[in-house]
């Protein structure tokens, strides 16, 4: 596992990332980022940072706070990010502007500001990004749209980083959190899996320097039947736009 890390953590304050402030507080020092940071319980071990990291020059007191904690961080965990389920078709700028700038571009950001610190030293920067950055689902056009967003992003940015250098996407599966609570979706597609299940397997992924990490061999399965079997997904993708038709009637 993790051992003697500076990390940042940011989405610290709930669901997978609290768990995973939990898991790596015990041997590691941790800034654990988040907009409510009342929601962090005490924890040996780390410091909590209130920052909405939808905004650059936040993100820049981030790294300075933990320059002034720790130094340089050696693993960055960028979990933070938020969905909408919905139907999409109002052409509202401010709308799509807010869910790029939290899951998009605040991660490319982060990820060039820990390159351009770290050089050619190592570090591992992770990502919590979803089974949907390989399957699209009804109900989440805009949520995808990022998800997919990060995959491109980081399969090239792979390419410029040292070996030593590594990007750990991490693609949970419908987590039992509030998280579909924010997104306004009464009913979790399935699979689905715990919170601390995923913290468990992105703990170990990014100590094994994964590229890839699966916290559901579930999902896995489904990839593979998708790449050679796509139409027995039919009656999978049939049952969520079920959930969209009634979300229209709404």
């Known amino acids: 596992m993790i051992k003697n890390k500076k990390i940042i953590l940011t989405g610290a304050s709930s669901g997978i990332g609290l768990e995973l402030c939990k898991i790596l507080s015990r041997e590691n020092t941790i800034l654990a980022v988040?907009?409510?940071?009342?929601?962090?319980?005490?924890?040996?071990?780390?410091?909590?940072f209130s920052c909405d990291i939808s905004q650059p020059e936040n993100i820049d007191l981030m790294f300075l706070k933990a320059a002034e904690i720790f130094g340089e961080p050696e693993i960055f965990i960028a979990n933070a990010g938020?969905?909408?389920?919905?139907?999409?078709?109002?052409?509202?700028?401010?709308?799509?502007?807010?869910?790029?700038?939290?899951?998009?571009?605040?991660?490319?950001?982060?990820?060039?500001?820990m390159k351009n610190m770290k050089q050619d030293k190592p570090f591992s920067f992770a990502i919590t990004a979803s089974a949907m950055s390989f399957m699209a689902m009804p109900g989440y056009a805009l949520y995808v749209s990022t998800k997919y967003a990060l995959k491109g992003l980081?399969?090239?940015?792979?390419?410029?980083?040292?070996?030593?250098?590594?990007?750990?996407?991490?693609?949970?599966?419908?987590?039992?959190?509030?998280?579909?609570?924010?997104?306004?979706?009464?009913?979790?597609?399935w699979p689905r899996q715990t919170a601390a299940e995923v913290a468990k397997a992105i703990a170990r992924g990014i100590s094994r320097n994964k590229k890839h990490i699966f916290p559901s061999k579930i999902f896995r399965t489904?990839?593979?039947?998708?790449?050679?079997?796509?139409?027995?997904?039919?009656?999978?993708?049939?049952?969520?736009?079920?959930?969209?038709?009634?979300?229209?009637?709404?």
């Open 82 to 113: 938020f969905a909408y389920y919905e139907i999409f078709n109002r052409p509202d700028w401010n709308h799509i502007d807010s869910i790029f700038k939290t899951n998009v571009a605040s991660t490319a950001y982060s990820l060039a500001k």
């Open 154 to 189: 980081t399969d090239a940015y792979r390419f410029e980083l040292n070996k030593n250098q590594h990007i750990n996407m991490v693609y949970p599966i419908a987590t039992l959190t509030s998280f579909f609570e924010v997104a306004g979706s009464e009913k979790l597609p």
């Open 34 to 48: 988040a907009r409510n940071i009342s929601k962090i319980p005490d924890m040996p071990n780390v410091t909590k």
């Open 222 to 250: 489904m990839l593979v039947i998708n790449k050679f079997a796509p139409a027995l997904l039919n009656v999978y993708f049939a049952i969520e736009k079920k959930k969209i038709k009634n979300l229209k009637g709404n």
